[in-house]
């Protein structure tokens, strides 16, 4: 018995998804929510780039893909450094070093075919130069069973954010902006040439 058991596989997977972005500046609240995306694009109007700042909700999913029971005893994220961690936000986990890490399931048996959620929320404060890709990963760095097979797999996690200038709205601004300067160009033209009548 003992050597059939020790035949079953032991395959922990993991996964990680974009669930919700959530933009917020002097135009108010957007949110913007998604479905198991591992690639998720907001945009942000052209005049609030500066001062919106960008809140990301991660959903980490752990699934039992083998035959034997399993324990998820810890998970490492290794957020961006562009990304801020808040305490606050994410009860259980806890920053060491750049890394983020969560041990919440190290107590909850996982069986096979089942599946277990972490969520993560992380920030970021966007200026002009930091719009562009996100990329996050994640990792089970340590798990367990009863029986103690191995998990030969090495289990990461991985999605992406995009965060850009809305191209509408930077079309618009660039517009206005040209209107702008050619109705002042104008008006400087016409001043200068009722002022030079005068003079003559």
Do not use: C
């Not at 957020?79 to 070093?97: I, M, Q, V, Y």
């Not at 991985?158 to 509408?168: E, K, L, R």
Request: glycine share 6%; proline share 2%; hydrophobic share 35%.
């Amino acid at each position: 018995n003992i050597g059939l058991a020790l035949l079953q596989n032991y395959d922990l997977k993991l996964d990680k998804y974009v669930s919700k972005i959530i933009l917020q500046n002097n135009n108010g609240t957007t949110v913007k929510e998604y479905q198991d995306e591992t690639l998720a694009k907001a945009e942000i109007d052209a005049k609030q780039i500066n001062g919106t700042t960008a809140i990301i909700e991660y959903q980490i999913k752990v699934t039992n893909a083998g035959e034997v029971p399993g324990y998820v005893r810890s998970i490492a994220d290794y957020a961006p450094s562009d990304l801020t961690f808040s305490s606050e936000l994410n009860k259980d986990w806890h920053k060491s070093g750049n890394v983020l890490y969560n041990t919440s399931l190290a107590n909850t048996k996982i069986e096979p075919g089942e599946s277990k959620e972490l969520t993560l929320i992380l920030t970021k404060t966007m200026t002009d130069s930091n719009t562009g890709l996100v990329n996050n990963k994640a990792e089970i760095t340590e798990s367990s069973n009863e029986l103690g097979i191995k998990d030969e797999t090495n289990e990461k996690g991985s999605a992406d954010v995009i965060i850009s200038v809305s191209t509408g709205a930077l079309v618009n601004y660039v517009a206005t902006t040209i209107i702008t300067l050619v109705v002042l160009a104008g008006l400087a033209y016409l001043v200068n040439k009722k002022y030079l009548s005068k003079k003559i």
